[in-house]
C-alpha cells in the first residue's frame, strides 16, 4: 500500500512538490581566457569572487592561466524560460490555430572593441607632438624584443624638447597586447618619456625612466581602453576624463587611478593613496596638440568621451567599473 499523504515524510514529499515549481537554478557561463587576463580581472567583470573561480575550475594556482582556457562562471542566473502554451498542457485545442510563441525580447548585446589582429605583433600609429607616422614588430622571431625595435621606440617616444631615454621593452609588449585586442588600430601616442622637472606633481614618475606612455586607439573609447588596461599584469592604468589619454605604465603591482582635474589644475584624484605616476598637469601641451578625433567621441556605456575643456561631474563611487580596486 502506498504512503498516506498525512505522514511526515509523505508531508515533506508534498511539501518538494509544491515548492519545485518556484525554485529557480543557477547556471554557469563560460569564459574562455585571452592574452593578458588575470583571474583578478575575470572575477571583476562577472561580480563573482576569485575563490568561486578557482573551486569552480579546481585552479590551485591562480597565476597560471592558459591563453584559450575555458572557465565555469558560478553563480550567474540564467535567461527567462519560454513562456508555457495558452492552454497549460503544451497542446493546441483541436480546431484552433497554433500560437505564435511571444519569446522575451533578447537583452542588448554589450558593445565590445575587440577585434581580430589584421597584423599581429605588429603596432603602428602616430606620435602626435610631432606628426609622425610610426610602425613596428614588437619581438623577433626568438619572442624578444629586437634592438632595432628598442631603438625606434627610443626615437619615439622623446621628450617635446627632443631628450630621449630607452624605453622599457615589456612596456613595447603591452603596446603590442593592446594593438591585438582592438584588431591592430592605430595606436595614437599623447607622451612617452619626459625628464624629472621641479614642476610636476609625482616626485617619481615612470615617465622619467621610459617605463610609461600616454596614448589612445583610434576608433576606441578611452572607457574600453582603460577597461582592457586594467586587465593585463603588473601595470599602473589612470583614466583621465577631462582630457584625451590613458596612462599605462609597468611596475611590480598593479594600480588604479582616476584624475578628475582638466589641463592646468593640480591632481584630484578618485581616493588617496591610489599609486598614481601623474597628473593631467604634467603632461603639458602634448595633450593640446592630441584634441579627440570623432572616432573617439562615443564610449562603451553611452555617454561622450569628455573634451580637454569640458567638465563632466564625476560618477558614484558606488560605479565598479570606477573602482579603485587592483
Known sequence: MGRRIGTIPGLAAAFLLISLPSMRAHADVKHVVQRGHTLDAIAHRYHVTVKAIADANHIHDPQRLRVGQELVIPGVNPPPP????????????????????????PPPRPVTYAARPKAPGVVHGKRLAFAEDFSFRVSDRRGRVAPTTLK????????????????????????????????????????GFRPYTTTQYTAHSNHNVGNAVDFRVAGVPNEALRDFCRTLRNVGCGYYPNSVFVHMDTRATSAFWIDYSKPGEPPHYNAPNLGADEGTSDVGDEQHVAAPSEANAGTDTG???????????????ADPALNPAN
Do not use: C, K, W, Y
Not at 82 to 100: D, K, L, M
Open 152 to 191: 625606434t621606440a627610443e626615437h619615439l617616444f622623446r621628450s617635446p624638447g627632443g631628450q630621449s631615454h630607452p624605453i622599457d621593452a615589456r612596456l613595447l609588449a603591452l603596446l603590442g597586447i593592446v594593438s591585438d585586442h582592438f584588431g591592430s588600430r592605430p595606436i595614437e601616442i599623447i607622451s
Open 82 to 105: 519560454h513562456p508555457a502554451p495558452a492552454n497549460g498542457h503544451g497542446a493546441t485545442p483541436p480546431g484552433a490555430h497554433p500560437a505564435v510563441p511571444q519569446h522575451p525580447a
Open 303 to 317: 555617454a561622450a568621451a569628455p573634451s580637454p575643456g569640458s567638465n563632466p561631474t564625476p560618477p558614484p563611487p
